[in-house]
Nanobody
Framework: QVQLVESGGGLVQAGGSLRLSCAAS???????MGWYRQAPGKQRELVAV???????NYADFVAGRFTISRDGAKNTVFLQMNSLKPEDTAVYYC?????????????WGQGTQVTVSS
């Protein structure tokens, strides 16, 4: 089991910045961590992911505004969000992909609300 604790959401004006944090209870067998978001009435979508090897991948809508990073020593992943837009408003969820034997499993945080006002 991996517990994920998120922090850093809130209300910000358009053009502003927020930094989300996600702390994992352990790092063993975690092969990737990332952020997803879900807006009301929409499906959950990938925002950004970082692998154990440090490779990153971003959704097209990020367009250079967001940066995912990690502190390996603290089992923590960050999402720096700049130039926020009202359409970025959503609940942001931290995700960890964990190898259980040879099978990957998804663990999720409780979610943190990000609201961007126009």
């Amino acid at each position: 089991q991996v517990q994920l604790v998120e922090s850093g959401g809130g209300l910000v004006q358009a053009g502003g910045s927020l930094r989300l944090s996600c702390a994992a209870s352990r790092s063993t067998s975690i092969i990737a961590m990332g952020w997803y978001r879900q807006a009301p009435g929409k499906q959950r979508e990938l925002v950004a992911v970082i692998t154990r090897g440090g490779s990153t991948n971003y959704a097209d809508f990020v367009a250079g505004r967001f940066t995912i990073s990690r502190d390996g020593a603290k089992n923590t992943v960050f999402l720096q969000m700049n130039s926020l837009k009202p359409e970025d408003t959503a609940v942001y969820y931290c995700n960890a992909k964990v190898l259980l034997g040879a099978i990957p499993a998804d663990y999720w945080g409780q979610g943190t609300q990000v609201t961007v006002s126009s």
